[in-house]
């Protein structure tokens, strides 16, 4: 059977189209999605681009093909013009004329020389004029702007001569190094011009295939291995990285270059490396959570003991004891509710506030005799609170908050070299919102512990401190809807609390 080559060519694009689908960059190739490489892409658009390049230069160069071609023909009709007038007698004989004509591949010749306009060499048939084109510099323009219109027109005229009707004739008048004033005139068919021109035409556009596909190639290697290739490495190495975020030797390893994939490199690097730390320490807090709550499940039970233990205690009639004892249960009873919680929500999360109407001053009280306040000679303890003022909060809570906030003050004042200093638990009720003090005339919160003084395990800068204090109040406290913030004082510290009551 014989071969279908129209078919073929016409499958031949399609072809070409698998062909560069097929070259796909290794950075594709890790995607899930098929579709045309980064490589492939910019193989297509250099060609495009070059092509684009190509056609730009070709459209002004062909109008001056056609310039040239012309000129050549008026150069060989004066010549030929030239030896007809050497003619002996002047009178040319029809067979050299026909020959002369032939040669300068014109159909007739005439001239104005010394004033005077003569038909050189006359026509054998006399044809109809399409169009004429008058190269003469007296048809030239003076001036950048004219002269960029000259050109337009005359590529306009060259890409004119593709479109034009067949076998058009056409009259060209020049000046081929004439005197000045002089000039011939020539009358000539389109058609040889229109057929070197395709001709031109094609070469330039086997050329321009030709340097599109070297430079396609050369760019095509030059990005595939300055930017495909290193790209690809650092895609492989986050692939790589995501699998396991905790190895810390999965983080890239920055080659030297100074350009933007250096950067990149440079700062992937940099939060691979963060994210790393961040998962160690996730997974430090997390054994801490555990055992935590390890230690929190026995430590309830011995919690439990000791109750059972003070609630004995409680029958002595011993005064002292009477006085102490309920304290010691009421104590214990929190401690083991606390235990509890932490245990019910697993994380240490806080159980919802279970919120009522309190007095304040006997839980601020409380606080004080927890905290063994006021020491003799050394710590002074002042509750300034209305008798009257009750607060809507959850009562273990709250005592939680302001425990957390007077033992900090208490251990800010045992730092100091002669242990001496007040502390002041201050309230004051404005309409539904409760303001809360606790204040003293200690060191102050220093400078290292301000930037994180709220963040679990940052804030400490107390030897033996864990940092959780402030955390734990922040936390209770946000859960009422309230704030907590340190305020600025001369001397010693001062943390305010503010909480509304429920919206009933
Ligand atoms: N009243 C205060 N005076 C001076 N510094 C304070 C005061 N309150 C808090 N700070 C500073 O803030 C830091 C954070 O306090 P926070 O209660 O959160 O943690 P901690 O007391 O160090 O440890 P924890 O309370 O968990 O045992 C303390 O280490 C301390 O440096
Ligand atoms: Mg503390």
């Known amino acids: 059977m014989p071969r279908d080559f129209t078919a073929e060519a016409l499958a031949w694009p399609g072809k070409l189209w698998e062909r560069i689908r097929a070259i796909r960059s290794p950075l594709s190739a890790t995607a899930e999605r098929r579709g045309v490489g980064l490589s492939a892409k910019l193989l297509l658009l250099t060609i495009v681009f070059v092509m684009l390049a190509e056609v730009l230069i070709f459209v002004p160069s062909i109008a001056n093909f056609r310039i040239t071609w012309l000129s050549d023909r008026l150069v060989a009709a004066r010549l030929a013009g030239l030896a007809a007038e050497a003619v002996p007698g002047g009178v040319v004989p029809d067979s050299l004329r026909s020959e002369l ?22 026509s054998d048939t006399p044809a109809d004029i399409d169009e004429s084109f008058d190269f003469r510099s007296s048809a030239r323009v003076q001036g950048v702007w004219q002269e960029m219109k000259l050109r337009l027109r005359l590529i306009r005229q060259a890409l004119a001569v593709f479109f034009a009707k067949e076998g058009r004739i056409i009259r060209v008048l020049g000046e081929p190094n004439m005197a000045p004033g002089d000039f011939i005139e020539i009358v000539l068919p389109e058609a040889p011009l229109k057929a070197a021109m395709i001709r031109y035409g094609l070469n330039v556009l086997g050329l321009s295939v030709i340097i599109s596909i070297i430079t396609a190639a050369l760019v095509y290697f030059a990005l595939n291995s300055l930017l495909v290739q290193p790209m690809t490495r650092i895609t492989r190495n986050m692939l790589s990285f995501s699998q396991r975020p905790e190895d810390a030797s999965r983080i890239i390893v920055p080659s030297a270059r100074t350009d933007e994939i250096g950067t990149a490199e440079r700062e992937l690097a940099h939060m691979q490396a963060e994210l790393t730390q961040m998962l160690q320490q996730k997974n430090r807090l997390a054994a801490l959570g555990l055992a935590v709550s390890k230690i929190n499940h026995d430590l309830r039970n011995m919690l439990a003991n000791a109750q059972l233990i003070s609630d004995r205690l409680g029958s002595l ?24 919680s932490t245990l019910k929500f697993g994380r240490a999360e806080e159980a919802p506030p279970r919120r009522e109407l309190i007095p304040l001053r006997p839980l601020v009280s409380e606080v004080g005799d927890g905290l063994g306040l006021p020491r003799e ?37 045992e730092q100091q070299e002669v242990v001496k200093g007040h502390i002041h638990v201050t309230a004051r009720r404005e309409g539904k919102r409760v303001t809360m003090e606790v204040r003293d005339d200690g060191p102050g919160v220093p400078e290292k512990a301000r930037a994180h003084l709220f963040q679990a395990f940052q804030g400490s800068a107390r ?9 734990v109040a922040h936390e209770l406290v946000a859960a009422h809807g309230g704030a907590i913030r340190l305020r600025d004082t001369e001397k010693g510290a001062a943390f305010e609390i503010t909480i509304s009551d429920r919206n009933t």
């Not at 710590?379 to 959850?394: F, M, Q, T």
């Open 463 to 471: 030897k033996g401190g864990t940092g959780l204090g402030l955390a």
């Open 101 to 122: 004509l032939r040669t300068a591949q014109v159909r007739a010749v005439a001239w104005k020389r010394a004033g005077e306009r003569r038909l050189v060499l006359p």
């Open 317 to 340: 009639p011993d005064p002292a004891v009477q006085r102490f004892a309920p304290k010691l249960i009421a104590s214990l009873g929190r401690a083991i509710n606390l235990a509890d």
């Open 377 to 413: 000679g050394a710590v002074d303890w002042h509750i300034e609170i209305d008798e009257a003022l009750r607060i809507d909060a959850d009562r273990d809570q709250l005592f939680r908050i302001l425990s957390n906030l007077c033992r900090n003050s208490l251990q800010a004042l």
